[in-house]
């Protein structure tokens, strides 16, 4: 049966995990599960989308990359909020996390598209972490 998890429903849930480790496996295995659901699309408009934009298409690339630079702040913060606690040291590079995350979680949903499985697709995401 097809999972009814879109986009923003795993990026919120990762958040909620309790420690860094967690919001970032819950992420990136999220990543994997909505870009490879079962009878949608593969891959992610918010990626996809932004790249076959040309001129005309400027608003909607500007839309999908200010709502991948939202996703990229909450993981920022998130982590901010780690360090804070303790479960990530204080010398932790917590932009760099985020922008990491983003950028395998953009790379899982471009190699969706061109075909690459669920399995695949985690085992690079069990790498990244």
Do not use: K
């Not at 934009?53 to 991948?68: E, K, N, S, Y």
């Amino acid at each position: 049966m097809p999972s009814a998890e879109g986009p923003a429903a795993h990026v919120a849930r990762a958040l909620e995990e309790p420690t860094a480790r967690q919001v970032a496996t819950a992420f990136l295995s999220g990543s994997v599960r909505v870009t490879t659901r079962p009878g949608c699309p593969a891959g992610c408009l918010g990626v996809q989308g932004s790249l076959a934009a040309g001129d005309f298409g400027q608003p909607a690339h500007d839309t999908l990359a200010a709502w991948r630079d939202e996703v990229c702040s909450r993981l920022r913060d998130r982590f901010r909020r780690a360090v804070d606690e303790g479960d990530l040291t204080s010398d932790a590079d917590t932009g760099l996390l985020a922008r990491y995350l983003m950028t395998v979680s953009n790379g899982i949903a471009v190699q969706a598209a061109g075909g690459a499985g669920r399995d695949e697709l985690q085992q690079v995401a069990d790498a990244a972490l």
